[in-house]
T-cell receptor, first 112, second 118 residues
Framework: AQSVAQPEDQVNVAEGNPLTVKCTYS??????LFWYVQYPNRGLQFLLK??????LVKGSYGFEAEFNKSQTSFHLKKPSALVSDSALYFC??????????FGKGTHLIIQP | GAVVSQHPSRVICKSGTSVKIECRSL??????MFWYRQFPKQSLMLMAT?????????EQGVEKDKFLINHASLTLSTLTVTSAHPEDSSFYIC??????????????FGPGTRLTVL
């Protein structure tokens, strides 16, 4: 069984500031973790994934995420936020033969 | 990135009728396709997993006779909501994955289908 928690329904960041979207997970066995972004009226888009290897994963649009096994976290980060980053972000463990288990999502709002 | 399409994007039907939703991978072969359901302002919930040429695997609580899934080719999966009722109204999203069924390739998502049952 696996589960994921995104503790913040909404994150507000000023443009140009660093952003963090939090995610903690619970899985049995090795964790395989994904981040997706959902823009209004568009399908989910893949940002990045952690399967194995380096704990710092770099992804699309300048996003990165840090896998922390001891804290069971996989927080999404970006050094400098853009207004266009405003969207709904989902953290999801899973993959392989299984589907993804999505968190409830975090609305990221970047203020100009 | 890879493209997944869904058709129709929106459908309204009367209670008791059946509705078919198509999911296509346009530029890659999808060994595995997934169907999710998203309620308003909520997360996506996995309904079923289908591998080409095999019977779909349904998540607990999902009625397989209600939600018929066919994955007849490496580029097409269909979800048929049979005898639809208002409580079936939802946003249905498919995703597709290349590689072997056990690989951890990312899933590519379709834009979703909004089903409204009157």
């Amino acid at each position: 069984a696996q589960s994921v928690a995104q503790p913040e329904d909404q994150v507000n960041v000023a443009e140009g500031n660093p952003l963090t979207v939090k995610c903690t997970y619970s899985v049995s066995g090795n964790p395989y973790l994904f981040w997706y972004v959902q823009y209004p009226n568009r399908g989910l888009q893949f940002l990045l994934k952690y399967i194995t290897g380096d704990n710092l994963v770099k992804g699309s649009y300048g996003f990165e995420a840090e896998f922390n096994k001891s804290q069971t976290s996989f927080h999404l980060k970006k050094p400098s936020a853009l207004v266009s980053d405003s969207a709904l972000y989902f953290c999801a463990p899973g993959g392989g033969a299984d589907g993804l288990t999505f968190g409830k999502g975090t609305h990221l709002i970047i203020q100009p | 990135g890879a493209v997944v399409s869904q058709h129709p994007s929106r459908v309204i039907c009367k209670s008791g009728t059946s509705v078919k939703i198509e999911c296509r991978s346009l530029d890659f072969q999808a060994t595995t396709m997934f169907w999710y359901r998203q309620f308003p302002k909520q997360s996506l919930m996995l309904m079923a997993t289908s591998n080409e040429g095999s019977k779909a695997t349904y998540e607990q609580g999902v009625e397989k006779d209600k939600f018929l899934i066919n994955h007849a080719s490496l580029t097409l999966s269909t979800l048929t909501v049979t005898s639809a009722h208002p409580e079936d109204s939802s946003f249905y999203i498919c995703s597709a994955k290349s590689g072997t069924s056990s690989s951890y390739n990312e899933q590519f998502f379709g834009p979703g289908t909004r089903l409204t049952v009157l």
